[in-house]
């Protein structure tokens, strides 16, 4: 008897471990399994844009939400697949009317966490929710495969049009993301120092000489060189003087928008120090300056966003450009990091309004004679958006990214509102 209890409890143990071996490969399975197609979710295609009394009403050409102050184009696309070349501001600018408010519309999957990185190939879709615009986007690609979401349409029982998304996985690198702005517009600033202030233009080493007394220099000639040099560093480049920066209302000089001229390499360390010129992208001068060479990262994904604070500045120069400049061209203003401006930061620019004579002048209450007329100051026009992507101390560079007339120096700038 002895013997048969003992064989009963060891098999009562051995079921139980078996038991829980099982519970937890089923639950294990259940974690790890890929969703089957009967794991799909169901959304329905949005009916056609109709204003909603409460929820959405129509503002002229734009929808406007009650619950917030973004503004839908009127005619933006049902139904837009990315490409490559585009950029999120102006896939942004297909659906809303003040683009920086992406963020605000993006519907927020699981599968899709970072409002700023979109992918060629993406499918975008504009849906209500309660009211509310939102953006959902569908990631194609095949189960197995290269995964994504697998999109199925077909229509249910009452004729509906009906789109089925399946997950699964889908993998990606950040640098197949389109960038927000193009990032070619903006390179050469930011690989290359452009403004700086008038002490370190005072303070940078400069060409003093070069062999065989040459005036002009190009690549492969020797240069000559005072000032004092970072002895861990033998590449430099070839600056000039280029435009004075003064705040428009002060006259105070904010810094020096200097010239890239070449690159440099010393050889060797004195008074003076010796060394050539590698390369030149126009002619070196005696009296050129030498700066440290920017080998920072080009960060193609900016983030468009409102300061916190209001703005109240000036573009103080155009860059290739003698009076205007228009979308993706460059503006220099005198708002800096002390003024809390930085990077992303959208900024609009105001042309100053004109004068108009008022004709039609109550005369009599006024006292005036027939012949006198009132002049009044017409109030400034919002001309374009700009977006900060480049910040120093006193002055900023700006990329325009939408423009409605042109832009001169001496315009406003200010937050958008």
Not at 89 to 104: G, K, N, R, V
Not at 385 to 396: A, L, Q, T
Request: aromatic content about 8%; glycine content about 8%.
């Amino acid at each position: 008897m002895g013997i048969q209890t003992l064989d009963i409890n060891a098999l009562k143990l051995s079921c139980g471990r078996f038991a829980l071996t099982v519970a937890s490969a089923v639950i294990l399975s259940a974690c790890t399994s890929t969703p089957t197609q009967q794991e799909t979710t169901q959304i329905e295609e949005p009916a056609p844009f109709e204003p909603q009394s409460g929820t959405i009403e129509a503002v002229g050409t734009e929808t406007q939400s009650q619950q917030s102050d973004i503004q839908i184009v009127a005619d933006y696309p049902r139904e837009y697949t990315v490409k490559k070349g585009d950029t999120l501001w102006d896939i942004a600018s297909m659906f809303l009317q003040d683009p920086w408010y992406w963020p605000e519309i993006w519907q927020r999957n699981p599968q899709v966490a970072n409002p700023h990185l979109i992918y060629p190939g993406d499918i975008l879709t504009l849906i209500y929710v309660n009211g509310v615009p939102q953006m959902h986007l569908v990631r194609p690609g095949q189960k197995g495969s290269d995964g994504g979401i697998i999109r199925t349409e077909g229509t249910d029982l009452s004729g509906r049009k009906v789109v089925k998304l399946s997950p699964s996985i889908h993998r990606q690198t950040l640098n197949e993301a389109i960038p927000s702005i193009p990032a070619d517009a903006v390179r050469q600033f930011l690989t290359r120092p452009r403004v700086i202030s008038a002490e370190e233009w005072a303070l940078a080493p400069y060409i003093v000489g070069s062999d065989d007394a040459h005036l002009i220099l190009g690549a492969s000639n020797k240069i000559y060189v005072r000032g004092e040099l970072d002895k861990e560093r033998i590449r430099y480049s070839v600056f000039r003087e280029g435009k004075r920066l003064e705040d428009p209302d002060t006259e105070r000089l904010l810094g020096f928008e200097v010239i890239y001229a070449g690159q440099a390499r010393i050889n060797r360390y004195g008074e003076p120090s010796s060394g050539e010129l590698i390369s030149s992208s126009r002619e070196v001068i005696i009296g050129d300056r030498l700066l440290p060479s920017d080998k920072s990262a080009i960060d193609q994904q900016y983030f468009p966003h409102l300061p916190e604070t209001d703005m109240d500045g000036k573009v103080i120069s155009l860059f290739d450009a003698i009076s205007s400049i228009a979308k993706y061209q460059i503006a220099v203003v005198n708002l800096g990091s002390n003024h809390g401006l930085e990077i992303g930061h959208l900024l609009a620019t105001y042309q100053a309004g004109g004068f108009a004579k008022d004709r039609f002048l109550d005369r009599t209450s006024l006292k005036r004679s027939d012949n006198e007329q009132l002049e009044i100051m017409l109030p400034d026009e919002r001309s374009g958006i700009m977006m900060i992507f480049k910040v120093f101390d006193e002055v900023s560079y700006g990329l325009v990214l939408k423009s409605t007339r042109s832009i001169s120096k001496l315009d406003r700038v200010g937050k958008p509102r």
